[in-house]
Structure formats: C-alpha cells, structure tokens
C-alpha cells in the first residue's frame, strides 16, 4: 500500500491550498483517512481525520479555516486550507487507517509535502 499526498507548495498569509491524498495498491476502503503535519523541531500532529461515515475531527489551530473531505469511491482525501497562516508552514502526511468502536488506528504512511505561508 503507498500513499501519496499532493497539492503542497508556497502561499500567502490568508490565501489557500488544497492538498490531495490518493491510496494506491489496496482494493479497501479505508475507514479512516487523517491529514497530519510537521514542522521543524514539533512532533507530528493531527491536522484533521475523517471516518468513511462521514464523522469529522478537526485539531484547534485549524477550525473554522480548513475542511477535510474524501471519496470513498476513489480512496482519496482532501483538505481545503484557507485562511493560511505562516504557523501552518509544515510537511504535511495523509494517513489511511481503521476506526470502529470509537478507536482510531493509524495506517500507512504516505510521503509528505510541503506548505510554506509566508506573512
């Protein structure tokens, strides 16, 4: 399974980005997709994570200014940024995983990219 995550690149304070994660090499629907981000000397976090219901969680520093969206037609998902600030510049990773029984179990990892917000 590989993952790959596109859309990243450079933008002004208050423009927007859309980034995409396509799941490759799998017949499954994964039933839980997460968009995570790193910058330089922080951990990795969570940016958002939808399940294949449709239920969504969004980390604080990003309500209201991104949206999280997938097909589970095509095992892909979406996040609409807006509203960007330069402390969102990080590597961002999408994450296919499992969620049921109010667990959420992290998947493959695919490779990362890059959002720079500049001020």
């Known amino acids: 399974v590989q993952l790959q995550a596109s859309g990243g690149g450079s933008a002004q304070a208050g423009g927007s980005l859309r980034l995409s994660c396509e799941v490759f090499?799998?017949?499954?629907?994964?039933?839980?997709m997460s968009w995570y981000r790193q910058s330089p000397g922080r951990e990795r976090e969570l940016v958002a994570d939808?399940?294949?219901?449709?239920?969504?969680d969004y980390a604080d520093p990003v309500k209201g200014r991104f949206t999280i969206s997938r097909d589970n037609t095509k095992n892909e998902a979406y996040l609409q940024m807006s509203d960007l600030k330069p402390e969102d510049t990080a590597v961002y990773y999408c994450?296919?995983?499992?969620?049921?029984?109010?667990?959420?179990?992290?998947?493959?990892w695919g490779r990362g990219t890059l959002v720079t917000v500049s001020s």
């Open positions: 994450n296919a995983g499992c969620y049921g029984a109010g667990e959420k179990v992290l998947g493959p």
């Open positions: 090499g799998s017949p499954n629907i994964y039933s839980l």
């Open positions: 939808i399940t294949y219901r449709g239920e969504i």
